[in-house]
Structures are given as C-alpha cells and as structure tokens.
T-cell receptor
Framework: DSGVTQTPKHLITATGQRVTLRCSPR?????VYWYQQSLDQGLQFLIQ???????AKGNILERFSAQQFPDLHSELNLSSLELGDSALYFC?????????????FGPGTRLTVT | QQQVKQSPQSLIVQKGGISIINCAYE??????FPWYQQFPGKGPALLIA?????SEKKEGRFTISFNKSAKQFSLHIMDSQPGDSATYFC??????????FGTGTRLTIIP
C-alpha cells in the first residue's frame, strides 16, 4: 500500500458527461501528479501540483482540469467525455523534500466512457 | 518531447533465469532513473532507482546497470520467479519534475 488513495475505483459514464476523480496524497507529501494510462499510449503525464499551485503541465486536454486544495487532496475534472477518454487515471505524490525523488502511485481510477 | 525508449515490449523467461529490460533516454539533464513494477489492476510501484553518479545498483535480485555515455540503463532480474510476472516501466526525470515513462515491458516467468 503506497499510502496514496484514489476514489472512485471504477467509473462508468456516457459520452458528453463530466466526472471528478479524487486523490489524497501520502501524509506530508506536497506534490501531486496525475497520469493517464491507456493501452496504446502507456503512462502519460497530465499535470502536477505542488502545495496548491500548478507546477507542470503535460499532455492534458483543454476539457480536463485539476486543482489541489488546502488540505493537499487533488481532483481531476474531465468534461465533455469521449470514448477515447476511457483509461486508467493514476495520481502519484512526492515527499515534502524537493531533493527527494520518489513518486508513490495510488491504485488508480478506471474510467469507462460508453 | 523527451522520450524514453524501452525494449522489449514483452519478454518470456524461464523460472530461475535472468530477465533483462533495456531503456534509452535522450535528455542528458535527466538525473534520476527509476524502475516501476505494475501488477494487473494496481498502480505502478517503485522497484529500484539509480542516479547517474553510479554505474550499478543492486537490491536483492534486482539490479540496475547504468551507462551514462550511451544514455542507456537496464533492469536485470536474477533468479526470476513467477511472482515477478508483471509489467515493468523505466522512467527518467530531472529534479522534482514529471517522470517520463517508457512504454512498458510485459514480463512473463514460466515454470
């Protein structure tokens, strides 16, 4: 168990809908990262937050957005969903110390868009 | 976009054998090279990692070999066991920034 929690575990929704994925980082970790894993794309970095501020953006679509709250949990919002958004979504967190390198991944949310 | 190229895509090894997975990177600024292990239905879990100031790091049956001049690193699993069957991802990163992942290797250990 990495200490990172994600809810829900599974999500089935229809095209055009909007969903919110939630992530709670390990205790003390300030950085949260979101990744998308699909069969044909591997693990793709979406976005990083550090202590509530956006730090880096990857291949995140404009229909997707995220935020990190004062209690450090993070939410990833996916809107106008398309079939191609079906994937596993992982969040990971990093230790407070910026010189530390490890990222710890949560169990993921499996999103199915029908 | 900085890439990390991983090979092979899939690998079958007999129990007790050595599993070898290779990765090559482009960005010479990368200073952290982890390997992640992922079982079906689970998130990736950090297995072992190396920094470029050493050429090899060993933890139990798992060894990372690092060749800075060739910009390559590899994972060796000695005495491979059926429980090692999983997907393995190499990754690279600069500082505390995002990880750039390889495309993954599905390892199957057969009796």
């Amino acid at each position: 168990d990495s200490g990172v929690t994600q809810t829900p575990k599974h999500l089935i929704t229809a095209t055009g809908q909007r969903v919110t994925l939630r992530c709670s980082p390990r205790s003390g970790d300030l950085s949260v990262y979101w990744y998308q894993q699909s069969l044909d794309q591997g693990l793709q970095f979406l976005i990083q937050y550090y202590n509530g501020e956006e730090r880096a953006k990857g291949n995140i679509l404009e229909r997707f957005s995220a935020q990190q709250f004062p209690d450090l949990h993070s939410e990833l919002n996916l809107s106008s969903l398309e079939l191609g958004d079906s994937a596993l979504y992982f969040c990971a967190s990093s230790p407070r110390d910026r010189s530390s390198y490890e990222q710890y991944f949560g169990p993921g949310t499996r999103l199915t868009v029908t | 976009q900085q890439q990390v190229k991983q090979s092979p895509q899939s690998l079958i090894v007999q129990k007790g054998g050595i599993s070898i997975i290779n990765c090559a990177y482009e960005n010479t600024a990368f200073d952290y090279f982890p390997w992640y292990q992922q079982f079906p239905g689970k998130g990736p879990a950090l297995l072992i990692a190396i920094r470029p100031d050493v050429s090899e790091k060993k933890e139990g049956r798992f060894t990372i070999s690092f060749n800075k001049s060739a910009k390559q690193f590899s994972l060796h699993i000695m005495d491979s066991q059926p429980g090692d069957s999983a997907t393995y991802f190499c990754a690279s990163r600069f500082g505390n920034e995002k990880l750039t992942f390889g495309t993954g290797t599905r390892l199957t250990i057969i009796p």
